[in-house]
């Protein structure tokens, strides 16, 4: 088969780049070596009539009108708002942390543990909060979720946290727009892909002399994995998930996720209860209720690979790959593998968009 642009891989970095070179007028065909497309965002629906997310809660927010726009015209979403809650001594407490329950545990005039400029995760959670706080929800979560104290992890991590002045429980209040495709991730990515050949069930690295590019192969899967790991492994942190339906309660916990940052919770690291997900006068009328357990591990098969490991030493080896990719002719690595890098939904496909553009300017 020849086409202008092979690319591997049908979650949201393939499935909009082959959208845009195919509204372009190019020709494209896009490989999969899972059974569906859609990569991580992808959904199913539960026998007991529940949607849930294959490979972890996705939650979708952006304030970018182009990356809303682009997923209004392939789905219709309905609006939700994630909440979080940290079970922590016996209580639903809020995540990202209140304020008001770092005074009532410390005080009224409380100061972060740490000053100055942070050299790695655990002095930039001290910068932001007490000890006796970083140590009931910060330490732990991150021990059980990356398996190394917090000190060896990198300081930009905290990004993805604050503590919240206003209490304000929700996930992410700063977005312009969040909710949930009404039909699911995957009808939405099958949308996008409606008229672009599809390969399932094809890993490309075994079977790449089956597919021509004139033009260029895009490749979103693992950039060390593609190079036969010739530099050594990158690593990654993933999920073990075990799905379990409870008939006889009509809900499990308060909010769609609860984080359990304690050692004394044992191994699992967070529950989802997907009936939180569906629009209320649905959920209603559903019998029982449907939960995920999710227990951190460190994955070999790339299939497995969910977060980037944040440390030097890993980020080294991702940019000698990212060197070896860049002088490889007619390639394009990209992605949350292909780039070794954590990208919410919204930034996945912001990058697809401005890599299509970049591709088409450069007509090659
Ligand atoms: C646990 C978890 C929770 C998340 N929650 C959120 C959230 O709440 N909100 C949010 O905005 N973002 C969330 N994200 C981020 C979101 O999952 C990513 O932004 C998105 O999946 C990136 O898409 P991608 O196409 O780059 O990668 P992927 O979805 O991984 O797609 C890559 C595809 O390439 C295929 N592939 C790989 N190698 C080959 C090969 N050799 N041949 C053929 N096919 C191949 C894979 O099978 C896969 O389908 C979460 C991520 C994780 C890990």
């Not at 410390?106 to 942070?118: A, C, D, Q, Y």
């Not at 809900?251 to 940052?261: D, E, G, L, T």
């Not at 992605?335 to 401005?354: F, N, Q, S, T, V």
Request: glycine letters at 6%.
């Amino acid at each position: 088969m020849q086409v202008d642009y092979v690319i591997i891989g049908s979650g949201l970095t393939g499935a909009v780049i082959a959208r845009l070179l195919v509204d372009a007028g190019r020709s494209v065909v896009v490989v999969e070596r899972r059974g569906h497309v859609g990569g991580n965002i992808h959904d199913q629906v539960h026998p007991c009539g529940i949607r849930y997310h294959t490979y972890g809660p996705h939650y979708f927010r952006t304030s970018d009108e182009e990356v809303w726009a682009l997923v209004n015209r392939f789905a219709e979403f309905y609006p939700f708002e994630a909440v979080v809650k940290c079970y922590i001594d016996g209580v639903y407490e809020n995540w990202p942390i209140a304020a008001s329950y770092i005074r009532q545990t410390v005080g009224l005039h409380w100061e972060p543990e740490f000053r100055g400029k942070p050299s790695n995760f655990e002095e930039a959670a001290l910068s932001m909060m007490p000890r006796v706080i970083y140590e009931k929800f910060v330490k732990p979560y991150n021990e059980k979720q990356w398996g190394v104290p917090p000190c060896q992890l990198a300081a930009d991590l905290c990004r993805r946290f604050d503590v919240r002045e206003d209490d304000d429980p929700r996930l992410t209040p700063q977005a312009k727009y969040q909710g949930l495709p009404l039909h699911g991730y995957t009808a939405m990515i099958e949308a996008m892909l409606a008229d672009i050949p599809v390969v399932l069930h094809c890993d490309w690295l075994k079977y790449r002399h089956s597919f021509l590019a004139s033009k260029m192969y895009i490749f979103t899967g693992p950039i060390d994995e593609l190079f036969g790991y010739r530099y050594g492994r990158l690593k990654y942190r993933a999920q073990r998930r075990e799905l379990e339906y409870l008939s006889d309660v009509p809900w499990r916990q308060p909010v769609v996720q609860v984080n359990y940052p304690q050692h004394a919770s044992g191994p699992q690291l967070r529950t989802i209860e997907w009936k939180h997900l569906l629009p209320s006068h649905y959920a209603q009328r559903i019998q029982g209720t449907l939960i995920t357990r999710e227990t951190p591990f460190t994955p070999e098969d790339p299939n497995q690979y969910e977060y980037p490991f944040p440390d030097e030493e890993n980020r080294r080896l991702y940019e000698r790959y990212r060197e070896l990719a860049e002088k490889t002719p007619n390639l394009l690595v990209c992605g949350r593998l292909g780039e070794y890098r954590y990208y919410d939904m919204d930034h996945a496909i912001g990058r697809a968009m401005a890599l299509a553009r970049q591709l088409l300017r450069s007509s090659c």
